[in-house]
């Protein structure tokens, strides 16, 4: 900090142009969102979406979003041709247009206060990494917000130029309509800061004194705008036919007027809340909790560079000559008003943006964002009234928020691993799956994923007919509609996800278990876990229903699956991989294969009860390969040491040498000593 100091001083002259600003913001952005791009995949509603142009042709889009957003398919028909099915460039992509939304903000609001460009830009600095929103690695899903909040930046631009170059007014009317009506064919997330125009406009009109005459030329100069907006609502609320996300609060205010207000200012007061103050608490959060990981350290060391960084780049920008004596104020209220109307549009359907059970609702304070930061940068520098210590806190804010994002993106940089691990490992497993098969879990087992993301992901493994709507798999979990399941009971499955549908069986599924904090490796259940300790009763009750059958074998294989742009390159061989393949192998009663892949765990160090290769149900197809090929000391020698490290699984393994025993007559003797010894019954 001395050194910049030092800097400053020795050098005085130093000094950044504000043709930089785009510059240094996207270093700071890359900082913040991009360090694990490389690494980053797909999340979320990615997959759902992506799998309808890996099914059928661009212009099923159309359909897709036809249940909320019918107009919004555009985005998608214009960019899936040109992105690929390769994460890192919808990674690259969505970070650009965040960047060009924050550069949009900035040129917009500078139209507004040409001569306050520095305090403006500390704003944007702010809004670039303001900490409410935190899925940036959702690349697909979030490109058309990020691309609709830079067209509504656009049109305000251009909705200022129309009032200020009055010669060519019209011109930059026209635009800043048609780009007003192209916002609002993606989504109505920025629905509610359209209501902030007339205050704009207001301050636009500033040479008008009389203030009567002031409001009705803002209005007048509004109604253009309100008529988009207008036409909108009423074509989203009443024509459309748009059953989903229904705007139950604003029909509300018809029946129970108090109610209404009510339940708004209870939804509005928690939410403002979380924009305000509550989601920068995480920013602080150092990490103890977790332990001294290299990577959180990392994030602290690019935090404290970025303070010294900009703090030493802000107070090197152009000096201003202030000409707009109410400047100030006027942030501070349009701030204010966009702060308060941002989320606007999931209040009206009776939502919230912490919502409970809803881990991606943060989404919806994207739209007050801009504002918040232009109150925060106001407050601060009315309050310390001077430039050099604003810009240190301006500087640390930026730097504490992109730090968390840092460790945000790390820690989806962890999910897209455990993700490529679960579907290499269902690939080795399963090669390919008999149409129709459901995969059914306890609990949902990818962090930040839902039962329909999974679902789509998995669908991108194997090849489909295309145009199919009818997809041939579908995953499920038991919890909490089933308690119990009877070895006699089938339970159907039925799904209908937009364009999507599934319908099977249990009797028809695969029932998994992938749990890391049991096993590195997912495990295909079988009868045998029915004896499994380390499965919860109702798994056990599910496993004996898991149908191997729907693993198919000896097919003909189609070059373009598995997806390994999607997924990325088959891994290294490690020991699941080498479990999954001994599982298959035994299915197809491939004995030599199950003992060999045995042989190479024993070679690359694997060994019962030590490490990843502890648990002893991934050593059931090797213990069966040995004793199928006449290595019964193998077997034992094994089995021993698993019962040694855990007794609880001795049931397991009596099952497997039973069911040797019962196919085969080779050296009886030495099975059932083995099985009288840990008093195996049966025999």
């Known amino acids: 900090m001395k050194y910049f100091t030092s800097l400053r001083q020795r050098y005085p002259s130093i000094a950044f142009p504000l043709w930089t600003v785009p510059l240094v913001l996207m270093a700071v952005m890359i900082a913040a969102f991009g360090l694990f791009i490389p690494k980053s995949g797909f999340y979320w509603d990615d997959w759902t979406q992506l799998l309808v142009t890996r099914l059928d042709k661009l212009s099923t889009y159309w359909a897709y979003f036809s249940s909320d957003r019918p107009t919004s398919a555009w985005t998608h028909i214009l960019f899936v041709p040109l992105l690929g099915l390769k994460p890192l460039n919808w990674q690259i992509f969505t970070l650009v247009l965040r960047w060009l939304t924050v550069l949009g903000m900035a040129w917009s609001l500078g139209l507004i206060w040409p001569q306050h460009k520095r305090i403006l830009t500390l704003a944007a600095f702010l809004f670039a990494v303001y900490p409410a929103f935190r899925q940036q690695p959702t690349a697909v899903a979030y490109h058309q917000h990020w691309l609709q909040f830079a067209l509504y930046f656009a049109s305000?631009?251009?909705?200022?130029?129309?009032?200020?170059?009055?010669?060519?007014?019209?011109?930059?009317?026209?635009?800043?309509?048609?780009?007003?009506?192209?916002?609002?064919?993606?989504t109505e997330f920025y629905a509610g800061i359209e209501l902030v125009r007339p205050l704009i406009l207001w301050i636009l009109l500033s040479e008008e004194k009389n203030k009567l005459k002031r409001l009705e030329k803002s209005l007048l100069h509004w109604l253009p705008y309100l008529a988009v907006l207008a036409g909108y609502s009423s074509w989203r609320l009443f024509f459309s036919g748009i059953e989903k996300h229904p705007a139950t609060l604003l029909f509300l205010f018809k029946e129970s007027p108090l109610a209404a207000v009510v339940q708004l200012v209870r939804l509005a007061s928690v939410d403002e809340l979380f924009i305000t103050l509550s989601s920068w608490a995480k920013t602080l959060d150092i990490g103890l909790s977790q332990g001294v990981q290299p990577l959180i350290v990392i994030s602290w060391l690019v935090s404290i560079f970025l303070v010294v960084l900009l703090w030493f780049y802000f107070?090197?920008?152009?000096?201003?000559?202030?000409?707009?004596?109410?400047?100030?104020?006027?942030?501070?209220?349009?701030?204010?008003?966009?702060t308060l109307v941002g989320p606007a549009p999931i209040w009206l359907t009776g939502g919230r943006i912490l919502a409970d059970n809803d881990f991606h609702a943060d989404r919806f304070a994207l739209a007050s964002m801009w504002g918040i930061s232009l109150v925060v940068v106001v407050i601060i520098e009315l309050l310390v009234q001077n430039w050099r210590r604003t810009t240190l806190m301006i500087a640390i804010l930026?730097?504490?928020?992109?730090?968390?994002?840092?460790?945000?993106?790390?820690?989806?940089?962890?999910?897209?691993?455990?993700?490529?691990?679960?579907?290499?490992?269902l690939l080795w497993r399963a090669p390919q799956l008999e149409p129709g098969t459901a995969l059914v879990s306890e609990e949902t087992f990818l962090a930040h994923q839902e039962l329909f993301s999974t679902s789509s992901a998995i669908n991108h493994l194997y090849p489909q007919p295309p145009g199919a709507n009818s997809l041939d798999y579908w995953m499920y979990k038991l919890t909490p509609a089933h308690e119990a399941i009877a070895p006699d009971q089938d339970i159907s499955f039925?799904?209908?996800?937009?364009?999507?549908?599934?319908?099977?069986?249990?009797?028809?599924?695969?029932?998994?278990?992938?749990?890391?904090?049991?096993?590195?490796?997912?495990?295909?259940?079988?009868?045998?876990?029915?004896?499994?300790?380390?499965?919860?009763?109702?798994?056990?009750?599910?496993?004996?229903?898991?149908?191997?059958?729907?693993?198919?074998?000896?097919?003909?294989?189609?070059?373009?699956?598995?997806?390994?742009?999607?997924?990325?390159l088959e891994p290294a061989v490690d020991?699941?991989?080498?479990?999954?393949?001994?599982?298959?192998?035994?299915?197809?009663?491939?004995?030599?294969q199950a003992r060999a892949l045995a042989d190479q765990a024993a070679k690359m160090g694997y060994f019962p009860g030590e490490g990843i290769s502890s648990h002893a149900r991934e050593w059931l197809p090797m213990i069966s390969g040995y004793l199928h090929?006449?290595?019964?000391?193998?077997?034992?020698?094994?089995?021993?040491?698993?019962?040694?490290?855990?007794?609880?699984?001795?049931?397991?393994?009596?099952?497997?040498?039973?069911?040797?025993?019962?196919?085969?007559?080779?050296?009886?003797?030495?099975v059932s000593a083995w099985m009288n010894q840990y008093q195996c019954t049966g025999e």
């Open 494 to 568: 039925k799904t209908v996800h937009r364009i999507f549908s599934f319908q099977g069986t249990l009797n028809n599924s695969l029932v998994i278990q992938y749990n890391p904090e049991i096993s590195n490796c997912l495990w295909v259940l079988r009868e045998v876990d029915a004896l499994n300790p380390d499965v919860s009763p109702l798994m056990q009750q599910a496993a004996v229903h898991s149908n191997m059958s729907r693993i198919l074998v000896d097919q003909t294989v189609d070059a373009a699956f598995p997806p390994v742009e999607m997924i990325g």
């Open 575 to 592: 020991w699941c991989t080498l479990f999954q393949k001994a599982e298959l192998a035994i299915q197809q009663e491939d004995w030599p």
């Open 156 to 186: 305000l631009g251009c909705m200022v130029l129309a009032v200020r170059r009055r010669k060519m007014g019209w011109i930059w009317l026209i635009a800043a309509l048609l780009l007003e009506g192209l916002q609002f064919s993606i």
């Open 629 to 670: 090929e006449d290595e019964l000391e193998q077997a034992r020698l094994i089995s021993d040491q698993l019962i040694q490290y855990n007794p609880k699984i001795t049931p397991m393994l009596c099952s497997v040498w039973q069911e040797f025993s019962s196919q085969s007559g080779q050296d009886q003797a030495g």
């Open 398 to 425: 930026v730097g504490l928020a992109a730090g968390l994002h840092i460790r945000i993106a790390n820690e989806y940089r962890l999910i897209w691993a455990n993700q490529q691990s679960f579907y290499w490992q």
């Open 315 to 338: 107070q090197r920008l152009p000096e201003e000559q202030m000409t707009q004596p109410n400047a100030r104020t006027e942030m501070l209220f349009l701030g204010a008003g966009i």
